[in-house]
């Protein structure tokens, strides 16, 4: 059993920074694709990001291009995503997630594991 423990929401301002990070256990995490989702108040989860299992392949969602960068370091098992230029849009629960394989391009394949999501809150 893999579980995903994500940390770093938190409030923020219009414009500021947040860096997520998800710890995984298991010792197959460098095997696989990983991602974030986000869940805003009365709208339905979205995709965020993706990034394979080297971290040489990552894909965005349109909203957070140029903003917000994944990255992993498959070594402490862990997963990040680095929110810059933050906007009250971005507000959400934001979840990690692993993939069912080692690369997403599309942000939309199998997953087969969830976090419990970390609260973002950004203020104007």
């Known amino acids: 059993q893999v579980q995903l423990v994500e940390s770093g929401g938190g409030l923020v301002q219009v414009g500021g920074s947040l860096r997520l990070s998800c710890a995984a256990s298991?010792?197959?995490?460098?095997?696989?694709?990983m991602g974030w989702f986000r869940q805003a108040p009365g709208k339905e989860r979205e995709f965020v990001a993706a990034?394979?299992?080297?971290?040489?392949?990552?894909y965005y969602a349109d909203s957070v291009k140029g903003r917000f960068t994944i990255s992993r370091d498959n070594a402490k098992n862990t997963v990040y995503l680095r929110m810059n230029s933050l906007k009250p849009e971005d507000t959400a629960v934001y979840y990690c997630?692993?993939?069912?394989?080692?690369?997403?391009?599309?942000?939309?394949?199998?997953?087969?594991?969830w976090g419990q999501g970390t609260q973002v809150t950004v203020s104007s």
């Open positions: 997630v692993r993939y069912s394989g080692s690369y997403c391009y599309t942000g939309n394949c199998e997953t087969d594991y």
């Open positions: 298991g010792r197959t995490f460098s095997n696989y694709a």
């Open positions: 990034l394979s299992w080297s971290g040489g392949n990552t």
